[in-house]
Structures are given as structure tokens and as C-alpha cells.
């Protein structure tokens, strides 16, 4: 009898080992195939459409986000610019000469454009960005930000204020291969961005469980954005 209950109880261990380690084999051949289409889909990202909107937010931390942003803005593509995570140790000026913009983009930065210095992060983007829009009543945005860093902001952007109409506006950056593969630098940010937005879609997949869609922005989450 006891030889019989060890041989089960070793049996019913075992099946949940293979159980277990097919679970692991499937979710990993799940998220290769998920990389896969992530890096395909971020580095043959169409131009975006020349489009209006209400406003416009840069996000920092990439080549000729801000210059397109402001383009757009001169263009007279939005009533406003928001740029957000700026350094808070940096003014209007400097931004205007780190980005070589003409005399009539600079005309711009003293009339239309705010700077998010409490960001420092793309959900923190995304807070600051709803508390941004919401004081300018703003209900369409257009999103400036790189190719691959684009699919995180829209979903952070969204989980924060889902009754916003985004416009995406991706900026290819030139630093990244389009052959990624063969370029371990370009892996390698994709790889560490495709994790993160991993994170994020199932973060968002739990808040959508836990709040109501029609609801306009996630509890907690609204902070007032420092603009200088």
C-alpha cells in the first residue's frame, strides 16, 4: 500500500513537472513570437499622416523628437506643445539652441510651448500629460515620440486618459539599424523596450479589469504638471 501512494504521489510530481515545464516552453515561444512581430512592426512604421489635433506632447529621450514636434506646432498642427520628462535644470533657450530651430520655431517656444520637468518616465509622461490636456481642455493629442518607444506611450497614454483622441507621430531614430538583427546594440533596446511594453499592455490588461471604460481617467493617478 505504501509503495503504491509513494509511486502516485512520485507520478502525480512528475506530471506536474511536464505540466509545468510545457506551460514555461509554450510562454516562452509565445514571447519570442510577440518579440518577433514587436521589432518587425517598430522598424517598418510607416510616416505618420499629416494630421490636427488640439495639442501635441514630445516625449523626451530620443534624436528629433522635440525639432518634429515643433515643426508640427509652427505648421499649425495644434494650438500647443507639451514636452515632456524635460531636465529640470533646463530652460526654453537651451532647448531652442540644442535643437537648432528657425527664427519663426523659436517665435513658438515663447507663445505655445510648456515643459514637463516632474516626468521621468513614460508613465509619469502619461500622468503629466493627462494633467497637461485636461487644464487646456484638450480631447486630441498628437503623440511625438521614437518608432519603437511608440507602442508603450499609446497604451500609457490611454490607460491615463482613455477619452483623448491620440495621434501617433513616430520618429524613426537614426541611431537604430532597420536590419536589427544583425546589429546587437539595436537587439538589445529593442529587446529591453518589448519587455517593458510587455509590462505595461498587462498592466493596462489589469486596470481595464478593475475600472469601468467609460470612466475618463484611472483613480490616483492625476498629479498637477509643474510648467516652466
Known amino acids: 500500500m505504501k509503495e503504491n501512494k509513494a509511486l502516485k504521489s512520485?507520478?502525480?510530481?512528475?506530471?506536474?513537472?511536464?505540466?509545468?515545464?510545457?506551460?514555461?516552453?509554450?510562454?516562452?515561444?509565445?514571447?519570442?513570437?510577440?518579440?518577433?512581430?514587436?521589432?518587425h512592426n517598430v522598424t517598418v512604421m510607416p510616416v505618420a499622416p499629416n494630421r490636427s489635433a488640439d495639442g501635441i506632447v514630445a516625449l523626451t529621450g530620443g534624436e528629433?523628437?522635440?525639432?518634429?514636434?515643433?515643426?508640427?506646432l509652427a505648421g499649425g498642427n495644434a494650438k500647443r506643445l507639451l514636452i515632456s520628462g524635460v531636465h529640470p535644470s533646463t530652460n526654453k533657450p537651451e532647448i531652442i539652441n540644442l535643437n537648432a530651430v528657425d527664427r519663426q520655431e523659436a517665435q513658438?517656444?515663447?507663445c505655445c510651448v510648456d515643459l514637463d520637468k516632474r516626468a521621468v518616465n513614460t508613465e509619469a509622461n502619461a500622468t503629466q500629460t493627462t494633467a497637461w490636456a485636461k487644464q487646456k481642455g484638450f480631447r486630441s493629442l498628437i503623440v511625438v515620440t521614437s518608432c519603437y518607444h511608440m507602442p508603450r506611450t499609446l497604451i500609457e497614454l490611454h490607460q491615463a486618459m482613455p477619452n483623448v483622441q491620440l495621434i501617433p507621430y513616430p520618429v524613426r531614430s537614426?541611431?537604430?539599424?532597420?536590419?536589427?538583427?544583425t546589429d546587437r546594440r539595436t537587439t538589445w533596446v529593442l529587446g529591453k523596450e518589448y519587455v517593458k511594453f510587455v509590462t505595461a499592455l498587462a498592466r493596462y490588461a489589469a486596470y481595464s479589469l478593475m475600472y469601468s471604460p467609460e470612466k475618463a481617467e484611472v483613480p490616483g493617478r492625476m498629479v498637477n504638471a509643474r510648467m516652466g
Open 64 to 72: 528629433d523628437r522635440i525639432s518634429e514636434a515643433v515643426r508640427l
Open 108 to 110: 513658438m517656444f515663447r
Open 174 to 181: 537614426p541611431t537604430l539599424e532597420p536590419d536589427w538583427w
Open 10 to 39: 512520485k507520478l502525480c510530481v512528475r506530471a506536474i513537472l511536464a505540466h509545468v515545464l510545457h506551460i514555461s516552453a509554450v510562454s516562452t515561444l509565445i514571447l519570442a513570437a510577440g518579440f518577433l512581430l514587436f521589432a
